[in-house]
């Protein structure tokens, strides 16, 4: 289902999240945690380099204050002193149409890029290599020898990652929740973090996606998890 909500969302890059490394998850939680006691609610998308973190526009100043009490800083968010003003006005009760107004300023300035690009990600298992390294070795290098119309053009990109281990990922459907659910990231980022498991986090209007190491940890984070949304997870929502 096509979802298009009223609220513009801005997004938040935090550095130095590193993959599935050793702090991973805790990251999640050092960003996710004040949040969720501020009642902001977030959707967060762990990546190898960065991680992100999506906040409706008109909650942004509050969230800047509240992760900067933290001891995050934000360097490139500095705003001048127009923006602001703008920011500032967010803060205090406003009629529908003047909230508009400034909405539509703060977002004046941002720049936009739509890709018109449809993209897919697809994880490679390293045990299976030998089946898939040639086909990939001709999508990236050789796309003519493969038998794909001339006007079906495609992007390729391939990141291989050091990690002996294949990533797992653990689904949790949302929806019985609602949309404007704050807590869902810590409580899930938190259980698994008090069991040793280790994840990144991908954030979708309807799911919670926990991406673990192996099977073996992937099998714990279901088991946790169950646990959580039962016991833990609706005491910090709405």
């Not at 599935?20 to 501020?38: N, T, Y």
């Not at 973190?53 to 100043?61: A, C, G, Q, T």
């Not at 653990?170 to 938190?190: F, N, P, T, W």
């Amino acid at each position: 289902d096509l979802v298009i909500e009223a609220d513009v969302f801005r997004v938040l890059e935090m550095d130095a999240a590193v993959g599935l490394g050793d702090h991973a998850g805790k990251r999640i939680i050092d960003v996710s945690a004040p949040l969720a006691k501020a009642g902001i609610s977030i959707f967060y998308v762990s990546t190898y380099q960065a991680d992100y973190v999506l906040v409706k526009e008109r909650r942004l100043r509050q969230v800047v204050a509240t992760l900067q009490e933290q001891g995050f800083t934000f360097p490139d968010l500095e705003l001048d002193d127009e923006a602001a003003t703008m920011a500032s006005a967010m803060e205090r009760p406003q009629t529908p149409r003047r909230q508009q107004e400034v909405m539509a300023a703060m977002r004046e300035r941002c720049a936009k890029t739509v890709p018109a690009h449809h993209l897919t990600m697809v994880g490679l298992n390293r045990e299976h290599q030998d089946g898939w390294a040639v086909r990939v070795l001709q999508l990236l290098f050789y796309p003519e020898l493969l038998p794909l119309p001339q006007r079906d053009r495609r992007f390729y990109t391939l990141n291989r990652s050091q990690m002996p281990a294949s990533l797992r990922v653990v689904q949790i459907h949302l929806a019985r929740l609602g949309y404007d659910r704050y807590g869902i990231v810590y409580s899930m980022s938190e259980a698994l973090h008090e069991q040793g498991i280790n994840l990144l986090y991908l954030s979708t209007h309807g799911t919670a996606n926990i991406l673990v190491r192996a099977l073996e940890a992937s099998l714990r984070a279901r088991v946790c998890v169950r646990t959580c949304t039962h016991n833990q997870m609706l005491a910090l929502v709405r």
